[in-house]
């Protein structure tokens, strides 16, 4: 035999010096749950270990991640039923505890990245991404008015990136000329290019409370049986001036992320979901798998893929155990 593989295999050090792929704590963002109520503190029964926080508790999960070397944060509110009408007047009204909250953790850590979410959803009595007329139809050009404010309120709460996940038409160019007419030339868009109507979010609508009251979100996200509709998406946003492509969900999509990485030269995003976190972690409450050494390799898939960045819920946790040496 002339090749042995095994021969790169054969001890810890040789390994490393022909590891391919490494995740660093440097690309990952977590995702946090901003409650109303500034000293509460709240687990997500479906996200056992993911806390949904007031801004006190929030400020202190953020200094504490921050000294761990995780430096980017999206933040999500979660929004009382009775804040919540038909135009999702709360999203963009900069008195609102979450555009509040936003400055707060500005004016704390000016060093932090801080991303948002745009959608209706979570502001919204129907609980869809974008305005519902009379029959149930989603509005796109109407919706495009709110999420352009809502991104406007955003950044002049101190946002360092916008995330449209909407998946309404033209909302990236309409957010860009919003921004840039209001000065925040400066203020960045990672857009939700690939948004799949998946069934891993429903822990995520449970941690806001922000499920569609009816229907589905099928006419605005895409279809999980779809690859080059996500090239269509991915050309859009490249033209209207989106600075990151976001691949959601990541597990089962690494085929999306691949592709989007050999096409495109922005940085790629993967979102590494509610429910693909949930998977997990009832797996590891019964025993069935290793919670630590699968999280590591459902990271490292999603870098394999081609992704620079991952958005996920597991950030503060590697972080710590990389930085005791565990991973
Ligand atoms: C809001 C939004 C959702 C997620 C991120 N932004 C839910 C949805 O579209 O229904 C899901 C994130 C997750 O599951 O972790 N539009």
Not at 25 to 37: A, Q, R
Request: glycine residues 6%; aromatic residues 8%; proline residues 4%.
């Amino acid at each position: 035999m002339i090749y042995r593989p095994r021969r790169n295999r054969k001890s810890a050090a040789i390994r490393s010096l022909v590891e391919e792929t490494k995740v660093s704590t440097d690309d990952l963002i977590l995702p946090l749950f901003l409650l109303e109520d500034p000293k509460a503190q709240i687990e997500v029964k479906s996200m056992p270990g993911v806390f949904r926080l007031g801004i006190d508790k929030m400020l202190k999960e953020i200094e504490e991640c921050l000294e761990l070397g995780v430096k980017a944060f999206d933040i999500f509110p979660v929004v009382d039923e009775s804040h919540k009408d038909k135009l999702a007047t709360k999203s963009y009204d900069n008195s609102f505890f979450y555009q509040q909250a936003l400055k707060k953790v500005k004016e704390t850590f000016p060093e932090a990245c801080v991303m948002t979410d745009v959608a209706m959803d979570p502001y919204s009595s129907d609980g869809h991404d974008g305005i519902v007329d009379d029959n149930g139809n989603i509005l796109n050009d109407e919706s495009l008015e709110i999420i352009g404010k809502m991104a406007l309120s955003q950044a002049q709460s101190g946002a360092d990136i916008i995330g449209p996940s909407d998946m309404m038409d033209g909302r990236i160019g309409h957010i860009r000329d919003i921004l840039d007419a209001n000065g925040y030339t400066d203020v960045s868009i990672m857009s939700y290019t690939a948004k799949y109507a998946s069934a891993f979010y429903g822990p995520f609508r449970d941690a806001l409370d922000s499920a569609p009251k009816s229907g589905d979100k099928k006419t605005y996200q895409m279809n999980p049986a779809n690859v080059r509709e996500a090239l269509i998406e991915a050309d859009l946003d490249v033209q209207e001036g989106a600075d990151f492509l976001m691949v959601k969900p990541a597990l089962a999509y690494l085929d999306i992320i691949k592709i989007l990485k050999d096409n495109y030269n922005l940085p790629i995003a993967a979102y590494h979901v509610s429910g693909e976190y949930s998977m997990l972690l009832a797996a590891a409450q019964n025993g069935w798998l290793d919670k630590t050494h699968t999280m590591n390799e459902m990271l490292i898939s999603m870098k394999r893929a081609g992704a620079d960045i991952i958005l996920t819920y597991f950030a503060k946790e590697f972080a710590q155990l990389r930085k005791e040496g565990k991973l």
